[in-house]
């Protein structure tokens, strides 16, 4: 993690008041049965009449009240003349992966989410801590629509899931940054050529899906790591708006203001190198490649830019004739992910400049 205290303000005496908002689908209304076909099917309505995420949200925040020791969260109808602060969690990414890898079916489950404050009264993105799971698993038969469902419900609402875990870890840094502090964003993620045969046919569809969970992963490390205040990245640069779909059927547009720093990702692509070869079984070696620019935007000041190259083994038994490779590659990125925020942590100009002006 990146050290220090700098940064760091005095607590105020009174925390500032923050409501809760809700649970919400990133995009517009049209788009959501599209976007998140599974988790939509799964936010029926509960006991109560509450849809699931909606009522299982609320209810981690109510028992998690206490882990929130930067503001006041308060429930109930927000009132425009004490705050215009809300607090709310916002699925934007759900990647189902099914692959026959030789006598096993595969399955990867991908989800990307945003733990935002909202301003209200100026409809705008005030943070965001970015939230990214991952589910991979493996089995003799096909995977079925009611299995799947079920892991992504284990993952997120089911009590010890992931996501409810990683919220948990990101509560005690939910503050209101004060006028001084600046923000950090993934602005722009290029994926190379080199990389693409690696990639599930899914995602070279459109390499804009695939950037949305490199820029979503990279920025939850980061948060994770470094502690830093950051911005949603936006897939689409001239288009910088947060579309909403509350449970209850509200949908509002929220503007992601320039960031003060900015952060290009270029995943310039992946390679394999057989490393051994023994009677029964081969040893590879896989590489992650990225170049990573720590920048200001307005006026185009470099900070730190530098390529990263990480790599991971896997070791292959002879007799098996498909190897099941993006988890391998995947691993490797996220090496390079984490060495890439090393670094700049390390490095005293971006440390200085950049890290201790966005620190939570």
């Not at 004490?82 to 759900?94: N, Q, Y």
């Not at 189902?96 to 404050?117: D, R």
């Not at 001239?238 to 290009?264: E, G, R």
């Amino acid at each position: 993690m990146c050290g220090g205290q700098a940064g760091l303000s005095e607590e105020p005496i009174q925390k500032p008041i923050v409501y809760f908002g809700g649970f919400a689908f990133a995009g517009n209304a049209s788009e959501i049965p599209v976007r998140y076909p599974i988790s939509n099917a799964l936010n029926i309505a509960t006991d109560d009449g509450t849809p699931l995420w909606g009522r299982k949200i609320r209810e981690f925040f109510q028992t998690h009240r206490d882990l929130l020791t930067r503001v006041n969260l308060e429930f109930g109808v927000a009132r425009k003349e004490d705050t215009s602060l809300v607090l709310a969690l916002a699925m934007t990414e759900e990647q189902v992966l099914k692959e026959k890898i030789g006598n096993f079916n595969k399955l990867v489950i991908e989800l990307g989410f945003e733990l935002v404050v909202l301003d209200y009264r100026g409809m705008e993105v005030v943070s965001s801590q970015p939230v990214f799971i991952e589910l991979i698993d493996a089995a003799k038969e096909p995977f079925s629509d009611e299995q799947i469902s079920e892991r992504i419900r284990k993952m997120t609402v089911e009590p010890d899931s992931q996501l409810l875990k990683s919220l948990a870890d990101r509560c005690a840094r939910v503050q209101i940054r004060g006028k001084n502090q600046g923000t950090l964003q993934v602005k722009g993620v290029s994926i190379g050529e080199k990389a693409l045969p690696f990639l599930p046919a899914k995602y070279l569809q459109g390499t804009n899906t695939y950037a949305q969970l490199v820029a979503q992963e990279f920025g939850a490390l980061l948060s994770s790591q470094a502690g830093v205040s950051l911005l949603p990245f936006a897939k689409d640069a001239a288009n910088t708006k947060m579309a909403l779909v509350f449970s209850d059927a509200s949908v509002l547009q929220f503007a992601i203001p320039a960031p003060t720093f900015a952060i290009d990702l270029g995943v310039r692509g992946f390679k394999k190198v057989l490393d051994k070869s023994m009677p029964a079984e081969a040893l590879w070696l896989y590489g992650a490649f990225l170049d990573l620019k720590v920048y200001e935007p307005e006026f185009q000041q470099i900070y730190f830019e530098k390529p990263i190259k990480f790599g991971v083994s896997k070791i292959v038994p002879i007799s098996q004739k498909e190897v099941d490779e993006y988890p391998v590659v995947s691993e490797a990125l996220k090496g390079a992910f984490l060495e890439a925020i090393n670094q700049m942590c390390k490095d005293k100009n971006t440390q200085t400049k950049v890290i201790s002006k966005c620190k939570l």
